[in-house]
């Protein structure tokens, strides 16, 4: 069976995410990242942040929102039952720090037939409210036995 | 640190997930997949139990990386992975890696993650400012 390739390049609605102190923490200490410019307001701005500052992959949390509603779309009708994680890749800008407002967009960059496995290929942008790029992500996601 | 070089080992890092951190990972996350967090659902879609989330072990892949410029977020630029086997919770995860190359202090380092005999991460390429 042909993959179905409509949506390659179609783009879905922005979506925001403010950043918050406590968020950062539940996710730093999940992760076990103890550097205090994660957990307290001082020692982040005594090392030059506004506020408490998001670990890198903390990217995760404000990119998702904007990721799901590509993934869910019945026009790139990925079969979630087959569905694996295949690749990740995160660039960063500026930090995101406590009290940004970030914007997130995703796009659909490549869906593409390889050894019977259907390889779907999203980019989400993320920026601050001072239009600055924080993050741009790159999903790949693998279908099973197209 | 001393000055890195191609071919350096960079500092493992080990981590024993327990058995509910994939219930906190969700929660921070907001990926409440069931695979991850219903061992019951896990089994009956074949898996061998609830698994680890792979953003949680990219995350461990970010903090290794990260431990070279001390921690400081700032210094992580990039980070590419390719995702292999399942993890899962309650056993030691080794995250190592080698520098590959070394440009106006923009540090590229080749990364794994194991977990027993399963790799979970392969081909990680993570660059740092240092």
């Known amino acids: 069976m042909a993959l179905k390739t409509d949506a390659v390049g179609k783009e879905w609605p922005a979506t925001t995410y403010q950043v918050g102190r406590e968020k950062i923490k539940e996710y730093a200490t999940?992760?076990?990242?103890?550097?205090?410019?994660?957990?307290?307001?001082?020692?982040a701005r005594a090392a030059g942040f506004r506020d408490v500052v998001a670990p890198p992959m903390f990217a995760v949390v404000y990119s998702s929102p904007a990721i799901g509603p590509a993934m869910f779309d019945p026009e790139v009708g990925m079969n979630f039952a087959k569905m694996v994680h295949g690749a990740q890749e995160f660039e960063w800008g500026e930090p995101a720090c406590s009290?940004?407002?970030?914007?997130?967009t995703a796009k659909c960059l490549s869906i593409e037939e390889r050894d019977g496995k259907g390889f779907y290929v999203f980019e989400t942008d993320s920026v601050n409210q001072d239009g600055a790029r924080v993050a741009r992500g790159t999903w790949t996601l693998i279908v099973r036995g197209v | 640190m001393a000055e890195l070089k191609p071919g350096d080992a960079i500092p493992e890092l080990r981590v024993t997930p327990d058995k509910y951190l994939p219930h906190r990972y969700a929660g921070a996350s907001g990926d409440f997949n069931p695979i991850h967090i219903d061992d019951e659902f896990a089994k009956a879609v074949g898996l061998p139990r609830n698994i680890l989330h792979g953003l949680y072990s990219m995350g461990l892949v970010a903090k290794a990386a990260t431990a070279l410029a001390d921690g400081d977020p700032r210094a992580l630029k990039r980070l590419s992975v390719q995702f292999r086997g399942m993890g899962v919770p309650e056993q030691e995860i080794v995250v190592g890696g080698t520098v590959k190359s070394v440009e106006d202090g923009r540090v590229t380092i080749d990364t794994v993650a194991t977990q027993g005999d399963t790799t979970l991460i392969k081909n990680a390429e993570a660059e740092v400012q240092l």
């Open chain 1, 30 to 43: 999940v992760l076990g990242l103890d550097n205090p410019v994660h957990l307290d307001v001082e020692a």
């Open chain 1, 99 to 104: 009290g940004d407002v970030l914007t997130t």
